[in-house]
């Protein structure tokens, strides 16, 4: 009997302890699945995903444009900066507003140099519904500025804005947070500059699969 009694008597300590591991992992499987659907916190406000946006363009990414992955996960870039095409220093902010598809490129990557007119042609197909595109350059230098604007003039590029960043930070910053590896890299932003996509590598920018992902986009920004 008094075997039975020592074997049903409570370990209050030993409860205690199991409920505290539980409350633990609870704790630590809420924040990686916030941290790994994209919540997070910048300049003291919480960004969190936008599974609408994501869904709407993962399924409008066919084709030409199958690449590109739908994210929408309220990443922001606040450490990125570069000189606009006014020789002020910027970040994304000054994309706010518009759906912006960021491409950052170099003249010395010959498949940055030969999507550059579609870039063109997409970037004037929709100005006017409230989207744009951002070429950042990356020719590292004093020089490097002039030659993104000698190669642009070569082929008579005459619509997009030449953004720049000869020190390569910005795109180090992509590379740190794991978004791209090489170039070309293109990032498509909300209105909010946050990230909705993500495409490494090439694509036929003045395609038709091109458009139906922006016209997705933009019906998202509409609402």
């Not at 969190?48 to 199958?66: F, I, K, S, T, Y």
């Not at 519904?129 to 020719?139: M, R, S, W, Y």
């Amino acid at each position: 009997m008094s075997q039975d009694s020592h074997n049903d008597s409570p370990k209050p300590s030993r409860n205690r302890w199991t409920m505290g591991a539980l409350i633990g992992v609870v704790v630590a499987i809420a924040t990686a699945v916030w941290v790994s659907n994209g919540g997070q916190e910048q300049n003291g406000t919480a960004y969190q995903p936008n599974e609408a946006v994501r869904v709407a363009l993962d399924e409008a990414a066919q084709g030409e444009l199958a690449a590109f992955r739908a994210t929408a996960n309220g990443a922001g870039y606040p450490e990125i900066s570069f000189v606009s095409d006014k020789g002020e220093q910027v970040g994304f902010e000054l994309f706010e507003g518009k759906v912006t598809l960021v491409n950052f490129w170099a003249t010395w990557c010959a498949p940055c140099r030969a999507e550059m007119p579609a870039l063109d042609a997409l970037h004037v197909k929709y100005a006017d519904q409230g989207f744009q595109v951002a070429t950042i350059n990356l020719d590292v230098g004093d020089d490097g500025i002039d030659k993104a604007q000698a190669f642009m003039d070569e082929i008579g590029l005459k619509n997009l804005p030449l953004h720049a960043d000869p020190t390569f930070d910005a795109f180090d910053v992509l590379k740190q947070r794991g978004t791209a590896l090489g170039l070309p890299t293109t990032l498509l932003l909300g209105p909010d500059g946050h990230e909705w996509g993500v495409l490494v590598g090439p694509a036929e920018w003045n395609s038709d699969d091109a458009f139906t992902l922006i016209e997705a986009a933009l019906a998202q920004a509409k609402g």
